[in-house]
T-cell receptor, first 110, second 116 residues
Framework: AQRVTQPEKLLSVFKGAPVELKCNYS??????LFWYVQYSRQRLQLLLR??SRESIKGFTADLNKGETSFHLKKPFAQEEDSAMYYC????????????FGRGTQLTVWP | DAGVIQSPRHEVTEMGQEVTLRCKPI?????LFWYRQTMMRGLELLIY????????DSGMPEDRFSAKMPNASFSTLKIQPSEPRDSAVYFC??????????????FGEGSRLTVL
């Protein structure tokens, strides 16, 4: 069965410090991984997807199939990065459906 | 496009009352999802539709919950009777899948339900 694990419910860092939000998944096929973000009083929205291999707002995430991980990283955190972050897994066989982790609340202190 | 539109944004009701949440997906999207968000469990998928047909309702907690999609532009999630443990934020999302793979979900602003 597919599962997405985000081990940290809460994560706090100071502004300018590196940040890494962990995500591990279990799925035997070829996964499609996403990071979604929910800023205070805003809609949940896509931050980035592994297929695009892009950097958004300074965040990057690399799919590591050997470790079944898709950790989200940013070298220098900013206060505006404070938000709830959800890792999500998509499977080609269940078109459209995403399996979400429980989320990590990131707080960046000034 | 105004995006996914949900109503009401906030609902406070008493235990035992019927609650109906509404969703208008983005035009042209053929998938619609209902999620529930709580502090304890995060985002849980309740049910999703493809071309107005329910595909997977295994996440619906119990018979008190029901969802319909009578046409491509409207869906409802109904709770009858409501209980305090149903208090949560309910999100509707829609998507379009080019190429048949998992695509980006577009979320509404959510309906915050409080059952007293």
């Amino acid at each position: 069965a597919q599962r997405v694990t985000q081990p940290e419910k809460l994560l706090s860092v100071f502004k300018g410090a590196p940040v890494e939000l962990k995500c591990n998944y279990s799925y035997s096929g070829s996964p499609e991984l996403f990071w979604y973000v929910q800023y205070s009083r805003q809609r949940l929205q896509l931050l980035l997807r592994h297929i695009s291999r892009e950097s958004i707002k300074g965040f990057t995430a690399d799919l590591n199939k050997g470790e079944t991980s898709f950790h989200l990283k940013k070298p220098f955190a900013q206060e505006e990065d404070s938000a709830m972050y959800y890792c999500a897994l998509g499977r080609g066989s269940t078109l459209g459906r995403l399996y979400f982790g429980r989320g990590t609340q990131l707080t960046v202190w000034p | 496009d105004a995006g996914v539109i949900q109503s009401p944004r906030h609902e406070v009701t008493e235990m035992g009352q019927e609650v109906t949440l509404r969703c208008k997906p983005i035009s042209g999207h053929d998938y619609l999802f209902w999620y529930r968000q709580t502090m304890m469990r995060g985002l849980e998928l309740l049910i999703y539709f493809n071309n107005n047909v329910p595909i997977d309702d295994s996440g619906m907690p119990e018979d008190r919950f029901s969802a319909k999609m009578p046409n491509a532009s409207f869906s409802t999630l109904k709770i009858q009777p409501s209980e305090p443990r149903d208090s949560a934020v309910y999100f509707c999302a829609s998507s379009y899948l080019p190429g048949g793979s998992a695509g980006e979900l577009f979320f509404g602003e959510g309906s915050r339900l409080t059952v007293l």
